[in-house]
């Protein structure tokens, strides 16, 4: 491996970190703030710093122009929506585990709308895993009384809505800089969350920001989380490809599952434990491809 992909891994696995652990704080947040609040604040917070570090202004054209605002919204409004009302509904580590099944969409929908990215037989394979993986995550050995339905669904909602983001990233052809990239993403993501939260009658109340810990995860959430990880992940997306970075976003319930027992004393059964390992196990076969095998004869043609 070389050093300077050496310094792209690290980018990815840094990113990978860091937003395992945003479901955490996600959660502390949820007991100050509603899930919109949270969403409009991160994003503001994200906005403002993007524009301070590169405020310059790129001319687009109309279909660039709308694909970031399907960017905004897939990647950025309906993606963290889905996700921080699932939180509220169901468990910090259900919502990393499930959104793991991301990748898995990812190669559907890009099987059934692209050309160059069909699916092979693995990825089948680890797709039926992992949806079973799904169902145990999902159910979690209570199939009466303590189900959160609604929040798991919301969570498999936003595992498509970020695989739909992903292929819609691939149109851009690194056109414009990851700086620019996450702040059109985010500035579209503001403007079509703005609505909602207005719709929802809430009010900026400015003695919840004093509290140092309330500022403290929703700085991390916007700078370290959206700002600094959109930008590190474009980064190593650019260098090593989707395939090769995309293998990091197999960490991600692991971590998620770390800081949820650690912090929020979470407990995981046996039907969870199991569920996330079929997860993990079929994520992975999904992106396992045979390599053509050399023989004697073409060994020495060559």
């Known amino acids: 491996m070389k050093n300077k992909d050496m310094m792209y891994h690290m980018m990815a696995l840094l990113t990978i970190g860091i937003w395992g652990t945003t479901f955490v704080?996600?959660?502390?947040?949820?007991?100050?703030?509603?899930?919109?609040?949270?969403?409009?604040?991160?994003?503001l917070i994200t906005y403002v710093t993007l524009m301070?570090?590169?405020?310059?202004?790129?001319?687009?054209?109309?279909k660039d122009e709308g694909l970031f605002?399907?960017?905004?919204?897939?990647?950025?409004?309906?993606?963290?929506?889905?996700?921080?009302?699932?939180?509220?509904?169901?468990?910090?580590s259900n919502v990393g585990f499930l959104l793991a099944?991301?990748?898995?969409?990812?190669?559907?929908?890009?099987?059934?709308?692209?050309?160059d990215e069909k699916m092979s037989k693995n990825i089948w394979i680890g797709f039926v895993i992992a949806m079973l993986g799904v169902f145990l995550v999902m159910?979690?050995?209570?199939?009466?009384?303590?189900?959160?339905?609604?929040?798991?669904?919301?969570?498999?909602?936003?595992?498509?809505?970020?695989?739909?983001?992903?292929?819609?990233l691939k149109k851009m052809d690194h056109k414009y800089t990851p700086i620019y990239t996450t702040r059109k993403v985010y500035f579209y993501a503001i403007l079509t969350i703005i609505p909602v939260f207005l719709a929802s009658g809430y009010t900026v109340q400015i003695h919840k920001f004093m509290n140092?810990?309330?500022?403290?995860?929703?700085?991390?959430?916007?700078?370290?989380?959206?700002?600094l990880g959109f930008i590190l992940w474009n980064i190593a997306v650019k260098h090593l490809g989707a395939v090769k970075t995309n293998n990091y976003i197999y960490l991600n319930p692991v971590i998620t599952l770390i800081g949820a027992v650690w912090i929020l004393h979470e407990r995981l059964t046996l039907y969870s434990t199991l569920g996330s390992g079929?997860?993990?196990?079929?994520?992975?076969?999904?992106?396992?491809?045979?390599?053509?095998?050399?023989?004697?004869?073409?060994?020495?043609?060559?």
């Open 69 to 92: 605002i399907l960017l905004g919204v897939f990647g950025g409004s309906l993606y963290f929506l889905t996700e921080n009302i699932a939180l509220h509904l169901t468990s910090a």
């Open 101 to 115: 099944t991301a990748p898995i969409f990812t190669a559907l929908l890009a099987h059934l709308f692209t050309k």
């Open 25 to 43: 704080f996600t959660k502390i947040l949820l007991e100050v703030f509603s899930p919109v609040e949270i969403m409009l604040y991160r994003f």
């Open 212 to 227: 140092i810990a309330v500022a403290a995860n929703l700085l991390f959430l916007g700078l370290a989380a959206s700002a």
């Open 278 to 302: 079929l997860i993990l196990a079929g994520v992975y076969l999904s992106q396992h491809r045979k390599t053509k095998t050399v023989t004697i004869n073409e060994t020495i043609e060559a």
């Open 52 to 62: 301070v570090i590169h405020p310059k202004f790129d001319k687009l054209s109309l």
């Open 139 to 168: 159910f979690n050995g209570n199939f009466i009384l303590k189900l959160s339905p609604l929040g798991d669904v919301l969570s498999i909602a936003a595992a498509l809505s970020w695989a739909l983001y992903t292929l819609l």
